[in-house]
């Protein structure tokens, strides 16, 4: 697979919380997010302040659902459980509530926050930190209980 269909793998199969997926997925999928994020941080620029940002929002939940299902497959491809991944899902909701009020009330500094306990915010930071290190760990060669290696396996079925 070139880097294209790696890229794209993960909107059409958005919905796919089986089988594997390779790292060079994350990659490229990131990168995907990253050629995207690029224009709308230059429009931010351009446009009166924190007006694009929805837009980022909107383009970060659009990806949730297809960014979730790749991870879910990562971890299958270390060979760990994909229930692993809720772990993330607190974080993840803690980041879109926080900027949902920043772009509330743009005006206010410091931009409103969830308001929790260090402890709590460095717990969620470590479980993150944790997921991040598994997903990008080498994969095991061999065919696991989540199917054959992407890389090595056939394309277009658990690959």
């Not at 931009?111 to 991040?132: C, K, M, N, Q, W």
């Amino acid at each position: 697979m070139n880097g294209n269909e790696l890229g794209l793998r993960p909107l059409r199969h958005f919905a796919d919380f089986s089988g594997r997926s390779s790292r060079g997925e994350l990659f490229y999928f990131f990168a995907l997010i990253w050629v995207i994020s690029l224009p709308l941080a230059a429009l931010d620029l351009i446009l009166p302040p924190h007006s694009s940002n929805w837009a980022g929002l909107g383009v970060f939940v659009l990806l949730a659902c297809p960014l979730l299902a790749m991870f879910v497959r990562r971890l299958h491809d270390v060979g760990w459980s994909g229930w692993w991944i809720l772990f993330l899902l607190p974080a993840m909701g803690l980041g879109v509530w926080n900027e949902v009020q920043r772009l509330l009330q743009p005006l206010v500094y410091p931009p409103p926050r969830f308001p929790l306990p260090l402890s709590v915010e460095l717990l969620l930071a470590g479980l993150a930190l944790a997921i991040a290190l598994l997903l990008l760990r080498e994969p095991n060669p061999q065919a696991n209980r989540y199917g054959p290696n992407p890389r090595y396996g056939p394309v277009g079925e658990s690959a």
